[in-house]
């Protein structure tokens, strides 16, 4: 069969609307990083049973299938790697089904963007408590397939915690129907955890039940800045341990990092600090009801300034103080701008090695490219790392990595935290897991996709 | 081989402590209704190249493998069912490998027992919430295997939620290494979550990497009566925006189970109200620092009695007080003599269909036996509703099956809820499952144990 007439196939499926023809599909974005898409057709499902017809047809015609969310991924989970490929976006099925204040559940298509699900269940004072930058494109499903992290991990989990039930077209064409809406559930093997994470190679989400939580009523930032990085796992725990589950954010920041974006001749942001510090937190608490919260964290700082903790605390005063917190950490374009060319890990390491890892990193990089400069950030609390590297050219990315790798893995860490593998890491991951481990994965593969029809090439 | 041959290997292989004999295995106890183990013998490995032993010895020999931990499970998930179990005990893999107060992690053997493990915790002011009635022989391999609940799960979570790393003998011996340390973890697929809750049937848990949490200072308790069961859903949520996720538990009694504790001539338990409110809920919150918790729970129900929501409120004053309150909703025992002979049910209903379907369910339970009685309690917040119903004989069972679990799957929700299925419950997991859910469930049993060799006719 031909392209045209597979084209006619679906259209005379499931109408017009539903095939994004090559020439016109041509160039839009598959990652925030430039890539684009060859001249290949988009399809358009509107619904599942949509998605399911246009699986059984191109698996019949010998292509493979890239699922499409709000393309926002970074680590090239959506480029061609056989030559095979149609696309799948999802970008018709944008309903909120089912929002349920009572029993706290969403019901929703795979293409609700974030930031329309956080709004909505907002209008009803609750909490869909999955945040990231991307909030304004990346897609449930998506979200979903890449067991998405992002900002308050800590407190509330990943994706794969806020997902009880979800539906997946598999590469049969069958619909797997998982759309429980309940918390609890021991009803036999978890079948949907296959698919959160799976990066669409195992099948496509098409529908998901997620939690919502009664919406916290305020937050509170502030901006620590430390006298020695070997107190960061005690200070995170007394911080934790005094506020009794509310911290929601601890961001730590390098000086490096910092000072990159607070120092220079005309800085970007400003530091409420004298330089100098050891390192810097983002830290911000979320809590309801007849608390002082302000106070609370204030009379936290103060004691953890008296022990000598701290050198320095800022609280947010006002939602715009918070808003010029946050804007130091998130700054990410100036980040890229001034570190480009770069490579960027997204790596995790237990808390009480996490010091000890940088350094050694840091003296591993400056050893074999003395003129390189590293910055490094992330949500410590969640293990979570982020090392960027500016200096060693594309031919040594494997060295790079190499070095970037060891450490996590001796540490018991992980090589992609929150980013996935997609094409970037593949050869990462077949370094960091043991080969019956990486045996396992190929085998769910071949069990579940046997003709390796759904995103080729990627995961394992 | 003959069965005495076989366990000359285990013991030149493992030594002499390996191997309890059947004639001084008989007599085990397999669960808390009272089964017992017939005469076969009890593998005792010390360690995970011993269980990779034993497992491959076993498999060599046409013998299947039923793995033991704390024994505590209720859904008969150890009894035999093919006639060539042996039983595989963890019950010398009880060391606490590492407790890392830094990093919040726990590494354990399998045996480790619950209470020991929270205790352990406990004394480097940390805290591991998974907590249930069996805390004192439940081990950790098994709380795995069975992804167990309890009464904290509304804020901490189920089993699933505390694992960070596992290791998984598979049924050809092979040890699968997924011991990493750290929360944000997408290097792959989340290979550990297919053993999660899979009843020992597609792998042995050796080791397990958990997760800790700073330890919480107090709890307030406090037992509330209702007007009107329709209030359910708005006093909930009022409570938990209120509470901005200090709640821990939240544990609703209808009136039948509230007065079986407390009424009669010689009550049980005292209750602190007079009889007739519509249901009653046992509330706890958890909080650490500079708070008044109990100056904020009480203004709390101020605010919602003086909204109608509720008839009365009775907060512990005392650690008396608080222990008082949870026997009424933890007396068991009582349960069992009061009811007995009786079926018991343990599933999950969203939050705001809860209140109908039981009402359904009293009805069409007293239509089909008139002289029945039903008795429901649950952990409502995370959806589990327990009933146990007097009346209907055994060969009623599968009916009274049947309309227990046609309401639930109507609503979405769970057959079973926190106890697994086991051979208990397999009727009603086909009932409740789609053909092709099922399909893929045995297709993982048969890539996972392809001989049906690891806790054979369990789960699927």
């Not at 974030?114 to 999955?130: G, S, V």
């Not at 120092?263 to 983002?282: D, K, N, Q, T």
């Not at 996490?354 to 949500?379: C, D, N, Q």
Request: hydrophobic share 45%; glycine share 10%.
């Amino acid at each position: 069969m031909t392209d045209d007439e597979l084209i006619r196939h679906v259209v005379a499926g499931c109408g017009v609307a539903s095939v994004v023809p090559p020439a016109d599909a041509e160039g839009r974005s598959l990652s925030p990083f430039g890539a684009r898409l060859h001249a290949a057709p988009v399809l358009r499902p509107a619904n599942t049973s949509q998605v399911a017809t246009m699986v059984r047809l191109l698996r019949d015609a010998g292509k493979s299938l890239v699922p499409l969310g709000g393309a926002t991924g970074l680590v090239a989970g959506l480029l061609p790697s056989s030559g095979t490929e149609w696309y799948l976006s999802t970008e018709r099925m944008r309903k909120i089904e089912r929002l349920d204040r009572e029993s706290r559940v969403a019901v929703v298509q795979a293409g609700v963007v974030l930031q329309t699900l956080q709004e909505a269940a907002a209008r009803q004072d609750m909490l869909f408590p999955i945040d990231l930058g991307a909030r304004g494109s990346a897609s449930i499903g998506g979200l979903i397939a890449t067991n998405a992290g992002g900002e308050r991990v800590l407190r509330f989990g990943m994706m794969r915690d806020q997902v009880l039930g979800l539906e997946v077209v598999m590469a049969d064409g069958t619909v797997l129907d998982l759309m429980d809406q309940v918390v609890k559930n021991n009803a036999g093997y978890d079948l949907k955890q296959l698919f959160i994470g799976s990066e669409g190679t195992l099948g496509i989400v098409t529908r998901a039940v997620v939690r919502l939580r009664p919406a916290l009523e305020r937050n509170e930032a502030a901006l620590l800045a430390l006298n020695d990085l070997d107190d960061l796992p005690n200070l995170l725990f007394r911080i934790e341990s005094a506020l009794g589950g509310s911290l929601s954010a601890f961001e730590l920041m390098w000086p490096d990092f910092f000072e990159l974006m607070t120092g220079g001749e005309i800085p970007r942001h400003r530091s409420p600090f004298e330089s100098g510090a050891a390192a810097y937190v983002l830290m911000e608490l979320e809590e309801s009801g007849a608390i002082d919260s302000s106070e609370r964290l204030i009379d936290l700082l103060d004691g953890l300034a008296t022990n000598g903790l701290l050198r320095g605390a800022a609280v947010a005063r006002t939602h715009a103080d918070r808003d010029a917190f946050w804007r130091i950490r998130n700054d990410i374009e100036h980040l890229i701008k001034a570190m480009s060319p770069l490579h960027a890990y997204d790596v995790s390491v237990p808390i009480a090695l996490m010091t000890g890892y940088v350094a050694e990193l840091r003296t591993a990089v400056a050893t074999r490219w003395p003129h390189s400069r590293i910055v490094v950030f992330g949500h410590v609390a969640d293990n979570n790392l982020h090392v960027v590297v500016n200096g060693p050219t594309e031919t040594d990315k494997e060295a790079l990595d190499d070095l970037v790798y060891a450490g996590v893995m001796s540490r018991r860490g992980s090589i992609s935290a929150e980013h996935g593998i997609g094409l970037d890491k593949r050869r990462g991951l077949r370094a960091a897991r043991p080969p019956d481990v990486m045996a396992l994965m190929q085998a769910l593969k071949r069990l579940l996709d046997p003709r390796d029809m759904l995103n080729p090439g990627k995961v394992v």
